[in-house]
Each structure stands twice: as structure tokens, then as C-alpha cells.
């Protein structure tokens, strides 16, 4: 009942093979107007899709915007009342420390001379009272940026400015899921996935607070969304984007490392995915031979490896990794200035105060150290205790259990298929779960980079299951068997990316599709409020 991607949706050809061949899809145009066909049905379903998105996206900020304010200023979040505080004390200019018992000062002076100066840059916490801090600075330093010029404008409430950043990152975050679902596997579960991901719980509740994981999830998507392009062209400019994005990203949370593997799995897939059709094969045989390609022509792998090394393409993607590497190292090193010690840009020794910092961290998630807020998960299970935790209160067990289901699904699709695009998103999705649900620390938020990737699965899953109930019920209708291999190839097309040559619902008229979706979405979620 899995419903299936269309391993066509991305040729390696430029955009002119899709004028072409008339069913090979345009990439990178997956928000992208489809030339006008002269159909006023077509343009009428594409007005409504994009109002349905629009909708889905004005709930996301209703919901993420409304009571922004909701403690009343007294900062009941501690890891936010800390961020504010830093906030408040770093400031542009060189540190000078003070004589005779005085307290250090700052005296302007031109960024260059002091932001790459780990020893006396006014804008390190180290230099202003906060000898550990682990976070992030590149949003740190935007939202000095953006609270700065509010208060040049009379609005000093800093914290409701913070959090309505995040609110906004979050916003965003919503917007690049529908995106990358809509890309990957077309409209329905792109709608659904948007449903799902603006009513979620947990999104909604840390768009409340000024922490840095909205700002995370928000990068690790648009990083995403650009390794498809990797994908797609692995044209340089594609690997460029990711590094700059990757460099911000571990700017953001340097745990983040772990998206490595996702990149060199997007080159790989660039070298060994089946992205054109079979000359010859009519629909019905396109469909049947997407379902049975997978581990067990692991051989045709192997051919198209070698191809790729004949050719050149090989060495390209290998070239692109590592410039990949170089660009995120150059804006990690001017947006996390202080993990160098400087002071110049050039300067790329560690900073050993930073180093410490960081080994700290790492030991109190190994419980090397023993900090009283990590005693509440003594004796709790790895990975299970998080993953409950997950599927009850972060996303409602509907939607966590559906989310759970479809990583699964989509991981054996993947393996025993070799469907790439279920592929990418579920290696991610996993990868981070298990990780970081096998910490000392299990706290919730941790997870929260993979929470639009299982909800993408898990609207990828709902929508495969309906199709495939409703096939099953017009085969007993017509007393027929109907097999699982041709429900699984009949439904490749239902979930396939959008093309310009197939625009619009195939099941219901437009409207009814948006009602449906919303009646069907909404009747499983559970919304728990945490006081």
C-alpha cells in the first residue's frame, strides 16, 4: 500500500530534455508555474492549489504568532532567559579590561579590528561575563542585528522580538517542507505535509521560545532542498549553496556535523539513480519497472558507478564535495568567529576556551559529567524513551505513529526499490532520531530536524494507504484480484513529483481534494498544551 515516487522526476539532462519528452518533468520547478497550456481547468486547479498553500500557510503563523508575549516578560525558559542575557551583554567593539578594581569597557573601533579577535571582541560572551557558552552564534549575531535596529526605532522588548524571529524561522521552516515534498513527491502529500507540520505541536511550541532550534530546522531544510539540486545537476554552484548553507548550519549547532552523510548520499545518488525513462516502455511498463529496480540489481549499481568513473562524472562529484567542505569551513569560520582564535580571518587555530566549552558539552551527554538537570534521564531507555516521547507529545500519536510508519516504509521502498528520493528523506529522518534519541540528554527538542522529514513520510504513508484502500475496495467491486506489486506500480503515479504535462488531483476535483485533506488531517492530530 506504499505509495511510490517517479524515479523520473530529476533528469541530468538540462531543462531542454524536458521539451523533449513531454512526460519528463522540469527540474527545479516544484513551485514553479507551468507554462500556460490554454486550459482554464488547469489554470483554476493551480490558482486553488496555491490559495490551499497559502491558507495552510497563514495557520502556521496564527499559530506560531499568537500569544508570542505568553509569559508575560518573566522569561520562564531558562536556556531562553540565558540567550536574552547574552544578547543584552555582548556589544561591537574592543574589550578593555579595567584598572584598579573597574570593570571592563568597550571602546568602538571598525568590525575588522575586533570581530575575528577571539581575545577582545566585545561581540564573544566570553569577553563579557559568560565564560561557557556552547551555542551558536550565527543567530545569535542576527538577532543582535534585527534587535538592534528595533531599538534604534524605540522598541526595546527584546524578547517578544526574539521569539517572533523564531516564529518567522518557523514559518519558513513550513514553507521549505511543502517545498521539498511538493518536489519530491507531488501535490497531495505536499498539502498534507503542510497540514501536518502547522498544527505540530512541538514546532508551534518552540516558535513560542527564543532558542535556536526553529533557526536550525529552518537551515537543515534549505540545505536539504539545494542537496537535491546536487541530485539533480550537481552543477558547482549546487555544492557551493550546501556549504555556505552546511557552514550556517553548524553555526547554528555544531552537532549538525551530522548532515554530512546526507550530502555524500545526495552525490552518490546523482551518480546512480535512474532518471530518464526506458526508450520504448509505455506508461504502464515505466511504472512496473520503477518498483522492480533496487538492492536486488545491485550489479546495474555497480555498472552505473563505473560509467560514472569512465565519464567523468565520478571525480566531478568528488570535486564537489570538497568544495562543498572548503565553503562551509570559510563561513563557519566568519559566522562562528570565536570557535578561531585570531585574530585575523586568516588565522585559523582553534580557540582553546571554545575547545573546552565544547568537551564540557560532549561529557555531559556522555554522563561523564554530571549536571543535576541531566538526573532526569537516569535509567531511561535509548532511543525508545525519546521516541515515545516524540510519537505522544510532539507530534500526537496519529500523526507519530503514521510519521514512524512511513520512515520505516520508506526505508525498505528504498533499499529493496531503489527509489532515492523516499531514500534521501528517510536516511535523514533516521539518522537524526537515532542519534540523538541515544544521548544521555533526551530532550525532546533535539530531535526536532527530523520532525518535518517523518511528517513528510508520514503524509507520504497516509496518502499511499488511502489510495490503496480505495483501490482495493473498486477491485472488489469488479471481482478482481488485486496484487501488491500492481497497487505498489499503479500507485507510482499518485505520488510521483509534479510534471507539466500532469497538473491537478487525478481522484478528486480541487475543491473536494482541499476539504478532504483538511477533514482527514485535522481529525487525527492531538494538541497538548505543556504548562
Known sequence: F???PDDTSFPRDSVSAATEDSNTPVPNDALRLAPSTGNRDVSASRRLEYTAFALILALAAALRLTGVNWDNGSQLHPDERFLFMVEGAIRPGLVIPGSNGAGDSTREAPIWQYYFDSARSGLNPHNVGYGFFVYGTFPLFAAKIVIAWLQSLGIDRIHVVGRTLSALSDIGSVWLTVAISRR?????????????MATCVLHIQQAHFFVFDSFLVTLVLATFWYCLDIVAFSRWTDFAKVGVLLGLTLATKLSMVLFLPVIALAGMTHLVASNSRTPGCNESEQKLRAVTTGIANIDQVIAR???AW??????????GGLLVGLVAIATFRVAQPYAFAGPTVLDLRLNGRWLDNIDYQAKSQSGEVDLPPSIQWANTTPVLFPIRHMVVWGLGIPLGVAGLVGVVGASWMAVTRGHWQLGLVAFWAA??????SSVLNKTMRYLLPAYPFVMIL??????GFVDFARRLREANSSQRSLSMNDAIADLSAESEAWQPSSVGWSEYPPHLAVAKLYEEALRSLIVAVEL
Open 2 to 4: 506504499l505509495a511510490e
Open 184 to 196: 519530491l513527491f507531488g501535490t497531495r502529500i505536499a498539502l498534507l505535509s503542510a497540514v501536518f
Open 310 to 319: 569512465d565519464d567523468g562524472r565520478f571525480a566531478t562529484v568528488v570535486a
Open 458 to 463: 508520514g503524509a507520504w504513508a497516509v496518502v
Open 305 to 307: 558507478i563505473i560509467t
Open 431 to 436: 539518522l537524526c532520531l537515532l542519534y540523538f
